[in-house]
């Protein structure tokens, strides 16, 4: 399967179309152009009807463009996220499918089906339907008449025009920008999915692990790795968060205090929906785990009564030379290295510092809210009083 045949990304109704329209090609660079494409239909439009309507700088009343913090974050920091960190995601997730077809976890025999499996996965990418279904989710907010914009009640916005309907620039956020931000999150969210259900038919083609790996995981390792990259979703959804809360506190009066269990639910939550997929392994890596143990306990007890009876014989006769020539010592050092490694066999394949980094990846893009709450002399501060 050579190529892109194993990309999640590079394949699908909308990745052909934007082929034929030469907008994306290998490599970033087609990253970056697609990222200035969306920007400008997405947010120089809108920048454009508020100079012309006087609401790009400053309005008499209510709230400009560009002091709205919510829309400037969806498409000045969200969707450029999305858009130009999916090329190395993708060649990170390739990678890891490609380790499933050629790291021997697998018995030989069953080769074929891995491969078939991983077909059926570029089937459904490629698939038409899937992406229908995102594209019609899209502009679902279309024809319920709401947007993903944060509003505001009570105060005047720049989407608004004076009778209260919706101004060019609003009607463009509702029938294009809009839909074109839902677009690419869901995308990535089906990407989720497709990663999701190639691991659930992964897991049912008996893999041959082993618990003593030195990776920690039991040579599933690649997996955490590869999981991570889809905490991509969580750092730009941060992003639409925090300019959401932060319209919120600078012009509806709420304050950090009161928004902490949306912010503390949000990390969690993120956090849990990146992790979850990997959840599906954990049958297998503690079965995998209790087996080992089992056997190590028994060779373990062996290795043990073999060291007890020569050594203290040794001692008591005095042959010191001959005792730390003896591999015994080194061996039994070996082993309790082994017996540590498969103890410390974590339920999914993740180590503990990846689990940090996605916590991290959520909750990073909401730490600027601290700065509304605090100037920057009064947080350094109140961080030194802490540390001192």
């Given amino acids: 399967m050579p190529g892109d045949n194993l990309s999640l990304m590079r394949g699908g109704p909308t990745h052909r179309l934007l082929d034929r329209l030469r907008l994306i090609g290998p490599g970033t660079h087609s990253a970056i152009w697609l990222c200035v494409v969306l920007l400008a239909l997405t947010f120089v439009p809108l920048a454009m009807y508020c100079a012309l309507d006087g609401t790009l700088w400053r309005t008499a009343h209510g709230v400009p463009l560009l002091r709205d913090y919510a829309v400037l974050s969806r498409f000045l920091l969200a969707l450029p996220t999305l858009v130009l960190l999916a090329p190395r995601s993708d060649d990170i997730l390739r990678q890891a499918a490609r380790q499933f077809a050629h790291a021997s976890l697998v018995a030989p ?5 891995v491969l078939r499996e991983l077909r059926k996965v570029r089937e459904l990418r490629d698939a038409r339907l899937p992406e229908l279904i995102c594209l019609l989710l899209a502009i679902a907010s279309v024809f319920s008449g709401t947007t993903l914009g944060d509003r505001l009640p009570g105060v005047a916005e720049w989407s608004l025009a004076a009778d209260g309907r919706l101004s060019q620039a609003g009607v463009w956020l509702q029938y294009v920008s809009t839909p074109l931000f839902r677009f690419v999150v869901l995308i990535w969210l089906w990407r989720l999915l497709l990663w999701t259900w190639l691991l659930w038919k992964l897991v049912r083609q008996r893999l041959d692990l082993h618990a003593a790996h030195p990776d920690g995981a039991a040579g599933l390792g690649f997996l955490g790795m590869a999981q991570e990259r889809f905490a991509v979703m969580s750092l730009a959804n941060g992003f639409v968060l925090c300019g959401a809360f932060a319209n919120h506190i600078l012009y509806l009066g709420e304050t950090l205090f009161s928004l902490r269990y949306l912010i503390v639910g949000y990390v969690i939550a993120a956090s849990a929906l990146v992790l979850a997929p990997l959840l599906l392994l954990a049958p297998t890596m503690l079965r995998v785990k209790r087996h080992a143990l089992l056997k190590f306990d028994a060779l373990g007890n062996r290795a043990v009564r073999t060291f007890d009876l020569r050594w203290p014989r040794g001692l008591m006769a005095g042959d010191t030379r001959e005792l730390l020539d003896a591999p015994d010592s080194s061996a039994l050092c070996d082993f309790t290295g082994v017996y540590a490694t498969i103890k410390g066999l974590p339920a999914v394949p993740i180590s503990r510092w990846g689990v940090v980094r996605i916590v991290l990846y959520a909750a990073a893009p909401l730490a600027p ?17 802490l540390l001192a």
């Avoid at 025999?109 to 089906?113: H, I, L, M």
């Fill in 109 to 113: 025999s069953r080769q074929e089906s």
């Fill in 369 to 385: 809210l601290a700065l509304l709450v605090f100037s920057v002399d009064e947080l350094a501060e109140r961080l030194f009083g």
